[in-house]
């Protein structure tokens, strides 16, 4: 069960969703706000899974509410715009409804929850699935050769020379992958251990990719890797 609230300035709006979240028995309405501000007490003396949140609303937008909450709280935003998805995507937003709403859409963009649950964590111990923007991307583990930090966000590099980029940061992630299989080189890189062939100087060598290693590392690579 989904704890949820909606936040919306348009009566319609809010009372189509409310609708919508009825016919599902995984989701619970906890109440549903015209203003971010009002929600303010209910998100801090609950716990929310989901927030059903308006773009377009006056004194605040949502847009700029959404950076106030906690990352453990998923944003589905709701919007007459479309120009806004990118804005979405930065902020790492679970989707994007575009209004008018239909149902099929509402439950294609709830239905992501599940599969958010299982985000960089292993599946049946060969898979994982990543969140990239609005896409989640089911990959083997055997195809991931390394992976890099790039500010907020990191880069699942594949053997076919794929790039996945997600809204994440590697030491979140690197808690969450299996020891067994990757290991950290340097704060910018975990490797896949089956990938690596040699260790030239304080580079790690992962057949054509060059990885460097760090001072802090460097001793835990040669003795777990040669």
Same mark, same amino acid.
Not at 25 to 32: K, R, T
Not at 129 to 135: A, E, N, Q, W
Not at 154 to 171: A, P, R
């Given at each position: 069960?989904?704890?949820c609230?909606i936040i919306?300035d348009e009566? $319609?709006?809010r009372?189509?969703?409310t609708?919508?979240?009825?016919?599902? +028995?995984? =989701? !619970?309405? @906890?109440?549903?706000?015209?203003s971010?501000?009002?929600?303010?007490?209910?998100l801090?003396a609950?716990?929310?899974?989901?927030?059903?949140?308006?773009i377009?609303?006056p004194?605040?937008?949502?847009?700029?509410?959404?950076k106030m909450?906690?990352?453990?709280?998923k944003?589905?935003?709701?919007?007459a715009?479309?120009?806004?998805?990118?804005?979405?995507?930065e902020?790492?937003?679970l989707d994007y409804? $575009?209004?008018?709403?239909?149902?099929?859409?509402?439950?294609q963009?709830? +239905?992501k =929850? !599940?599969? @958010?649950?299982?985000?960089t964590k292993?599946?049946?111990n060969?898979?994982?699935t990543?969140?990239s923007?609005y896409d989640?991307?089911?990959i083997?583990?055997?195809?991931?050769t390394?992976?890099?930090?790039d500010?907020?966000?990191?880069?699942?590099?594949?053997e076919d020379g794929k790039?996945?980029m997600?809204?994440q940061?590697l030491?979140?992630?690197?808690?969450?992958l299996?020891?067994?299989?990757f290991m950290r080189v340097?704060?910018?890189?975990i490797?896949?251990?089956?990938?690596?062939t040699? =260790?030239?100087?304080?580079?790690?060598?992962l057949?054509n990719?060059?990885?460097?290693?760090?001072?802090?590392?460097?001793d835990k690579v040669?003795?777990d890797?040669?």
């Amino acid at each position: 069960m989904y704890k949820c609230i909606i936040i919306d300035d348009e009566e $319609l709006a809010r009372g189509l969703l409310t609708s919508y979240i009825s016919k599902l +028995n995984y =989701l !619970e309405l @906890v109440a549903d706000y015209e203003s971010p501000i009002d929600a303010i007490p209910t998100l801090k003396a609950n716990t929310i899974d989901l927030i059903f949140l308006d773009i377009q609303m006056p004194n605040l937008k949502g847009t700029d509410f959404a950076k106030m909450i906690p990352d453990t709280t998923k944003i589905i935003f709701t919007t007459a715009y479309s120009e806004y998805a990118l804005q979405g995507y930065e902020l790492n937003a679970l989707d994007y409804l $575009l209004k008018p709403i239909t149902f099929d859409r509402f439950l294609q963009t709830v +239905n992501k =929850l !599940e599969a @958010v649950k299982s985000i960089t964590k292993d599946v049946a111990n060969d898979s994982i699935t990543i969140k990239s923007g609005y896409d989640l991307h089911k990959i083997q583990l055997q195809h991931i050769t390394h992976i890099e930090s790039d500010s907020e966000y990191v880069k699942f590099y594949l053997e076919d020379g794929k790039k996945i980029m997600s809204h994440q940061t590697l030491k979140s992630l690197e808690k969450t992958l299996n020891p067994n299989l990757f290991m950290r080189v340097h704060r910018s890189f975990i490797v896949n251990k089956t990938k690596v062939t040699s =260790l030239k100087g304080r580079d790690l060598l992962l057949t054509n990719i060059s990885i460097p290693v760090s001072d802090s590392y460097y001793d835990k690579v040669k003795q777990d890797l040669f």
